[in-house]
């Protein structure tokens, strides 16, 4: 009865060591191609959201002012 198990176990390992010794399919990528970098393009647009400060100029009617902010470049440089 011993025998008998070892061998079935034996013949159940086999398969299963042959399909991992197989070399892994791979397949093509799907979808649209990588992205390139953009081209520099030395002009462009620039749009800033600042906070406001309300300013009451009389008559309920208030006027907001912009509050200041600073433009750094890629390298933390003002």
Request: charged share 15%.
């Amino acid at each position: 009865m011993k025998v008998k198990n070892i061998a079935l176990i034996g013949v159940a390992i086999i398969p299963l060591l042959a399909g991992c010794a197989l070399t892994p399919v791979t397949l093509d990528p799907v979808g649209p191609a990588p992205a390139k970098p953009a081209a520099y393009v030395p002009t462009g647009w620039l749009r800033v959201y600042t906070a406001t400060d309300a300013h009451e100029i009389g008559d309920n009617t208030y006027y907001y002012t912009h509050t200041g902010y600073r433009v750094y470049n890629e390298n933390g440089q003002l």
